[in-house]
């Protein structure tokens, strides 16, 4: 087992695990759409200043990933359109944000 914490704040835990699970089919572009638009914005966070996920971050600065439930979906997504900050000359996703 492995711990991450951020100072006294636990961030994760990982362990070895089996994964036995189907795979389910891709959404099609309207299920990332929906999750976005149900992300859960008053959801309480310990870190809203995250990279990927973080609320209180501004266009330009971090991924900006809000991910929410798909209505009639075990599923949980969102639709992204990468920034321009994160991208190369060529308009290609770099590769630290992959």
Known sequence: MVSQKHGD???????PATLDMNIPLA??????I???NAYPENMERNFNSC???GP???KG???RLFTGPVDGLELLACDW???ASLVDSQGIVATEFV
Do not use: I, K, W, Y
């Not at 704040?9 to 362990?15: M, N």
């Not at 959404?27 to 990332?32: D, G, M, T, Y």
């Open 34 to 36: 929906a999750g976005r």
């Open 27 to 32: 959404p099609s572009l309207e299920h990332p």
């Open 9 to 15: 704040v636990l961030v994760g835990t990982a362990v």
């Open 56 to 58: 209180n971050r501004e």
């Open 61 to 63: 600065d971090g991924m």
């Open 81 to 83: 359109q990468p920034d």
């Open 51 to 53: 990279f990927v996920c």
